[in-house]
């Protein structure tokens, strides 16, 4: 069954990572075949509760791009190195494809060889040579084994098309021959006697029994074909290896991981009309055919937390989002099909999806329910958020009363885990919950962090405020303003790029840098909409 990730925006915080975990439960108990996912590394805090709740950490996903790996190109198409000539031109013609991949006993990419290869070996001037093991000889020629020494031959070929006295008194023979000749004797006997490698029988020629004697003193190979000769000269060469021909030309490869998007601009550039596909050990997996780009198979994705392109996946456009559970207003992402979009007015994505497991009348389990606690503790600061819903309270409720745990007391323990700046650069502390919205053309980003300590800021203001003027600059900001949270106090200071200052003094009627406000404390409720009514008029 196709597998379908699940996760939260791209700086995962203790709800989205929490919903994730949870909601993939949920939907593995009702069938599905799910696998939670972050987006980048969890912050303190998340890391206190999934090691408090002995849960493991989901997996980094990089992107949801197309990559070669989702086209249904022809996979286990090639040869080995040591299959016959006859045996490549085969698989082509099996497929239908004028080109074969060559590849080494370990499956690792060699070369290629053409149906235009195979025509140049037939008319070169080396048709005389004799490359190949006893078996592809066998297979190519139809033949019988009569006696085998050796399994694998470098030989010139000598036929016997002259009168059987002018090859024994002018054709010189040795271990470097091979001789295809038919039931004349005399010449069997001059052949073995000079101590040649290989003798192919045609017609079904029969040999004598004195000469078969004289042949296994000598070592002798012989196989016997029901072929006449010259069809069996007319067609030895295909026995070859076909490790003989490759391509010596460079060869244009594609990467399993390399995006679909990069591949068209490639062969736009290139015009081959198969590329073989290989992994990053150069394991070669199949070849791509241009008209393999018709039938893709685009990641599925269900969104938990979020629903804007900005603050997802990279690639988001070229998956298929299968669902979405979000509690924040409605953002960008589009579909094409109807879609499962649960979105609800409350203050953590973990209360819809309580929700959603007593709907299924799914039984919650405690590792579950501790993570849909503290997603909802986190995101409602313990109750104190004006997000806080009704809803919300009576989840929490239930939830503690399941896990026989007083949700403040480990609401605190969870927050001072995660609220300490120490070991962190400025750049993560702006960064540590970090959202870019779009407003009319232009875009504006808020960082939020929660601390107890407002000092751990204040003693460095100067290079916190020189950096959010670097990154509204670098990333064409109007506004970029850090938020710091006193989850103590219930309030919140503010921090921003020296540019958006009017919109900031309008926003909150403030002047003065790193201002307070009591009880204000939620992003999405409170502080975004302010600046959205300046921006917006």
């Not at 290989?278 to 780009?293: A, F, M, V």
């Amino acid at each position: 069954m196709e597998k379908t990730f699940i996760f939260g925006h791209l700086k995962p915080d203790t709800d989205s990572v929490c919903a994730a975990l949870s909601l993939e439960y949920l939907y593995n108990q009702l069938g599905m075949h799910t696998q939670a996912r972050i987006l980048s590394d969890t912050n303190k805090e998340t890391e206190f509760v999934l090691n408090y709740f002995h849960v493991k950490k989901p997996d980094v996903l990089d992107n949801v791009k197309l990559q070669i790996k989702d086209l249904n190109y022809l996979r286990n198409y090639y040869n080995n190195e040591k299959d016959s000539i006859l045996k490549g031109f085969q698989n082509m013609t099996n497929h239908g494809i004028s080109t074969t991949l060559i590849v080494d006993e370990n499956n690792k990419f060699k070369g290629i060889v053409g149906m235009k290869d195979i025509a140049k070996d037939q008319i070169s001037e080396h048709f005389n040579q004799l490359l190949t093991s006893y078996d592809n000889i066998l297979t190519t020629i139809e033949g019988e084994e009569v006696l085998r020494f050796d399994d694998e031959f470098c030989l010139d070929i000598i036929a016997g098309a002259y009168k059987s006295t002018r090859i024994i008194e002018e054709v010189k023979m040795g271990e470097k021959n091979a001789l295809i000749i038919g039931d004349r004797h005399s010449v069997i006997e001059y052949a073995i006697q000079s101590h040649v490698k290989l003798i192919i029988l045609t017609g079904n020629s029969k040999i004598k029994d004195e000469h078969l004697e004289l042949a296994k003193q000598n070592k002798v190979n012989i196989i016997k074909s029901k072929y006449d000769s010259f069809k069996v000269i007319k067609i030895i060469n295909l026995c070859n290896y076909i490790s003989t021909i490759i391509r010596k030309t460079t060869v244009t490869c594609m990467k399993d991981t390399d995006f679909v998007t990069d591949f068209v601009d490639h062969a736009n550039k290139t015009k081959f009309s198969y590329y073989p596909v290989i992994d990053h050990e150069n394991t070669c997996l199949g070849i791509l055919r241009l008209s393999d780009l018709g039938e893709k198979k685009k990641k599925k994705v269900i969104l938990v937390d979020h629903n804007s392109y900005d603050q997802s996946i990279y690639g988001l456009e070229e998956a298929e989002i299968m669902g979405i559970v979000d509690h924040h207003n409605i953002g960008s992402v589009a579909t094409t099909m109807p879609i499962n979009f649960r979105n609800m007015p409350v203050g953590s994505t973990n209360t819809i999806i309580f929700l959603m497991y007593k709907e299924n009348k799914i039984e919650i389990p405690k590792k579950i329910a501790g993570l849909m606690l503290s997603g909802i503790l986190s995101d409602t600061l313990i109750l104190k958020s004006p997000t806080t819903t009704d809803i919300d309270k009576r989840v929490v409720e239930a939830l503690s009363t399941q896990l026989n745990l007083n949700y403040e007391e480990y609401g605190l323990k969870m927050f001072n885990a995660g609220t300490s700046l120490e070991g962190m650069t400025k750049e993560e502390v702006i960064y540590n919950d970090f959202k870019v919205f779009p407003v009319k053309e232009e875009k504006i980003a808020i960082g939020q962090i929660f601390t107890t300590n407002i000092k751990e800021i204040t003693n460095q203001v100067q290079e916190y405020l020189q950096l959010l003027d670097d990154i509204s600059l670098n990333n064409g900001y109007t506004l970029c303003t850090l938020v710091v949270t006193d989850i103590i106090h219930n309030g919140s200071y503010f921090f921003y790029n020296e540019k958006a200052k009017h919109i900031m003094n309008m926003a909150f009627e403030e002047e003065k840098q790193g201002f307070y406000k009591q009880d204000v404390v939620s992003r999405k409720k409170q502080v975004l909409p302010a600046i959205l009514e300046i921006m917006s008029n």
